[in-house]
């Protein structure tokens, strides 16, 4: 029974931080119906960029950059990154067949992964110890702190980007996009540059991720395939759907867990892996918009 109810613990926590990249997904399809599937590629370059403005500043700089004005710094690269990608690859799609915009962010995962190799190399190195390691002891359980603090910054962003969306005036324009870009232009509102506030959010909250997942741990290209990982999440939450993505995390982390612990035994370790995208797939088969997502899906 401790093992089932440790397993629920660590399903919750991983599940929710998966969430938080999930909505890095959602802040971009919401605004402009792009599922990025280079978002796990964006993620690498924001997690790319902290340990260049913190371990690689001696290096590179020649002195130590104090840590608040390294997030800083790796905070306007982000804006930055996102900026371009949306101004160079995407903004020229808008209109474009679906077709055009899936082999775009496929040509994007590719070619992130390519900058990444050419100007830091493909060595793994350690990535700053940002957030607090170790455990927290309840009783019999433990709880993850770097983890229970990316899930509470979840729940927190998560909320946050809610009242946001539902009740500024900016969130506003950027939902009546969501709706429909030619509703929103017909209101007034500028399409372009939502769409590239909604970039530059979804690149920031992936960074976010990065942080929580890797403080302390060790830093490689593979750490790009969270994205995959996150995106049955996003998928089953609802694309349009920010406080879905939470929800959606724990179910889907939970599951993993669980698998991990009893069918990961007997299946080699593949069921964890495989728990994901089976989820991925049944609900396109079943329930495309998700479980809070809206029932009309444009286009991927």
């Known amino acids: 029974m401790i093992r089932f109810a440790q397993a629920l613990i660590d399903g919750t926590l991983v599940g929710l931080v998966y969430g938080l990249i999930a909505i890095s997904f ?47 710094l790796t905070g306007a690269a982000c804006v930055a990154l996102g900026l371009l990608l949306e101004r160079l690859v995407f903004r020229p799609l808008i209109g474009q067949h679906a077709f055009a915009i899936f ?6 995962l590719v070619m992130l992964r390519g900058v990444a190799q050419m100007i830091w190399s493909a060595e793994t190195r350690p990535f700053p110890a940002i957030l607090p390691s170790g455990a927290i002891s309840l009783g019999p359980f433990l709880l993850n702190k770097r ?11 998560a909320l ?16 009546a996009v969501a709706e429909s870009h ?16 909604a970039w530059v959010l979804g690149t920031v909250v992936a960074t976010l991720g990065a942080i929580v997942l890797l403080s302390g741990r060790i830093l490689s290209l593979d750490v790009a395939e969270i994205g995959f990982k996150a995106l049955p999440v996003a998928l089953l939450g609802g694309l349009e759907s920010v406080r879905g993505a939470p929800l959606a995390g724990l179910l889907i982390g939970i599951g993993e867990r669980l698998a991990m612990s009893y069918l990961d035994p007997v299946t080699n ?8 995208f ?10 495309p918009q998700g479980l809070f997502g809206w029932k009309k899906i444009e286009r991927l």
């Open 182 to 197: 030619n509703t929103a232009l017909s209101l007034g509102v500028s399409v372009r540059s939502a769409i590239a506030i």
């Open 160 to 175: 946050a980007l809610h009242l946001f969306l539902t009740r500024t005036r900016q969130g506003l324009r950027l939902a």
């Open 269 to 276: 370790g593949v069921a964890s892996n495989v728990l994901p």
């Open 26 to 72: 959602v802040v971009i399809y919401r605004a402009s119906q792009i599922v990025n599937l280079a978002q796990g590629e964006v993620l690498l370059m924001g997690a790319l960029f902290v340990w260049t403005f913190t371990l690689g500043a001696p290096t590179l700089f020649g002195f130590k950059i104090p840590l608040v004005v390294s997030l800083l």
């Open 147 to 157: 983890l229970l603090i990316g899930a509470i910054l979840t729940i927190i962003l």
């Open 278 to 287: 089976g989820v991925m797939i049944a609900v396109l088969l079943i329930r």
């Open 103 to 108: 082999m775009a962010s496929i040509a994007l």
